[in-house]
């Protein structure tokens, strides 16, 4: 799936709406070939039962690779493929489908944040919060990038919000692609907000924009004060940085000035709010910043 760090070369990636545990689902496939500069692909897709609620399931190939068995009923010459070639034409159907997402947000008004950071850093407990604090207010909706399980969309349909679980397989990202399907599957109401929690991973997510109205980083004071010097694509492409667990702060060696100077030398138009998803501290200013966005 991902030829811009290599992994996952066979994702199975599946789509989840969480609210509606039905057993029917649609089963979907889609081969992506490169012959020379040409791609074309092979859809197929078909609907069967299982106990756990798909919706949506899609398996992907991005890749000019046939080690594993499947069936196509043509030939294919398959050059050893410029990987660079490659990463290239997966950024660009990004940026394309990225520029859908985006207009269709901004026709119906939608704000859209996509959530980065490494795995664990506050993101879904952050969002159970938003969501309490909001929803009589705002009609809210997210979507959820994970590897494996539903644990989080669990979590955040007990709060109270539509979602739809993602599961990227071998995937370390979110791509805008996922991001339209699950747009429509969750078809979103005007003037709403949309949470994207990606997967959590601090590298690979930078490079894929997703049509958000803004990206929030986050990082957790148990993770280190030298990430920005260390992964800095994330920190340069976002809006916001929260810095989550200041609970913690007495506990952990976390500098928070150093941080946020090293923070501003690679982002000098980022905010940061310091707060704690556990215990509401520095909320008030997250849900003001929310607020500013969509007013926008
Ligand atoms: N002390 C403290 N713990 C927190 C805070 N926010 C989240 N946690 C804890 O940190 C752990 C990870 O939180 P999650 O919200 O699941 O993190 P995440 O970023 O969604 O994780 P992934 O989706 O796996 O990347 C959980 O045990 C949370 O209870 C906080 O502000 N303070
Ligand atoms: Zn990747
Ligand atoms: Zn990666
Ligand atoms: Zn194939
Ligand atoms: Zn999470």
């Known amino acids: 799936m991902c030829g811009t760090c290599g992994c996952?070369?066979?994702?199975?990636i599946t789509?989840?709406?969480?609210?509606?545990?039905?057993?029917?689902?649609?089963?979907?496939h889609t081969h992506v070939h490169k012959h020379g500069d040409l791609e074309h692909s092979h859809p197929h897709h078909h609907t069967h039962s299982h106990h756990d609620g798909h919706v949506l399931h899609d398996h992907a190939h991005d890749h000019a690779h046939h080690d594993h068995p499947h069936e196509h009923d043509h030939p294919h010459a398959h050059p050893n493929p410029l990987t660079i070639r490659i990463e290239r034409n997966i950024l660009d159907k990004n940026l394309q489908y990225a520029e859908r997402n985006r207009g269709y947000f901004e026709a119906l008004k939608v704000t859209a944040f996509n959530l980065v950071s490494s795995p664990?850093?506050?993101?879904t407990t952050l969002l159970e919060r938003t969501i309490s604090a909001l929803k009589a207010q705002k009609q809210l909706y997210v979507i959820e990038g994970d590897q494996q399980t539903s644990n989080d969309a669990r979590r955040?349909?007990?709060?109270?919000?539509?979602?739809?679980?993602?599961?990227?397989?071998?995937g370390c990202h979110l791509d805008a692609?996922?991001?339209n399907k699950a747009v429509k599957q969750l078809d979103l109401k005007p003037e709403s907000l949309l949470f994207i929690e990606n997967v959590g991973n601090l590298v690979c997510p930078a490079l894929f924009d997703l049509g958000e109205t803004k990206r929030v980083v986050i990082i957790s004071v148990t993770e280190g004060d030298d990430k920005p010097a260390k992964y800095p694509n994330m920190f340069e492409t976002s809006g916001l940085c929260i810095v989550n667990k200041i609970d913690l702060l007495p506990y952990v060696d976390f500098d928070i000035e150093s941080f946020e100077s090293t923070l501003r030398k690679i982002n000098r138009n980022i905010g940061i709010i310091r707060l704690s998803a556990r215990?509401?501290?520095?909320?008030?200013?997250?849900l003001e910043w929310i607020g500013r966005e969509a007013g926008k």
Do not use: C, L
């Open 279 to 286: 215990t509401g501290e520095g909320f008030d200013q997250w």
């Open 156 to 170: 955040i349909s007990q709060a109270g919000a539509p979602v739809i679980q993602i599961n990227t397989g071998n």
């Open 8 to 12: 996952g070369e066979d994702d199975h």
């Open 177 to 179: 692609i996922m991001v």
């Open 15 to 28: 789509y989840r709406k969480i609210e509606h545990p039905d057993d029917a689902h649609m089963h979907y």
């Open 120 to 123: 664990g850093s506050g993101k």
